[in-house]
Nanobody, 119 residues
């Protein structure tokens, strides 16, 4: 079971990026999915999470600019990031709480994708 993230890049302030993350492997179930980020010298922080039923949580600094969505049939979670700011620069990780083929529930992390916003 693994998560594969993509979609990072270098953009200017005010521009947009879309991150995508796909879960693969022998997956029996997926609960919460979401995105976290970690800037150099800082702790990893929650950006947005979404439950199986669609309940969403955002950190305050991204509300109104970022939109998280998921496709339960495709085991994907996306993050649409608009009006990007230099302070959004970070390594972005997707995370999912998944049940594997051995019936174990575990938090899985993607490999991280870099988002850099220039001023």
């Amino acid at each position: 079971v693994q998560l594969q993230a993509s979609g990072g890049g270098l953009v200017q302030a005010g521009e947009s990026l879309r991150l995508s993350c796909t879960a693969s492997g022998r997956i029996l179930g997926i609960n919460d999915m979401g995105w976290y980020r970690q800037a150099p010298g800082k702790q990893r922080e929650l950006v947005a999470t979404i439950t199986t039923g669609g309940r969403i949580t955002y950190r305050d600094s991204v509300k109104g600019r970022f939109t998280v969505s998921r496709d339960n049939a495709k085991n994907t979670v996306d993050l649409q990031m608009n009006s990007l700011k230099p302070e959004d620069t970070a390594l972005y990780y997707c995370k999912a709480f998944m049940q594997d083929g051995d019936n174990r529930w575990t938090n899985y992390w993607g490999q991280g994708t870099q988002v850099t916003v220039s001023s």
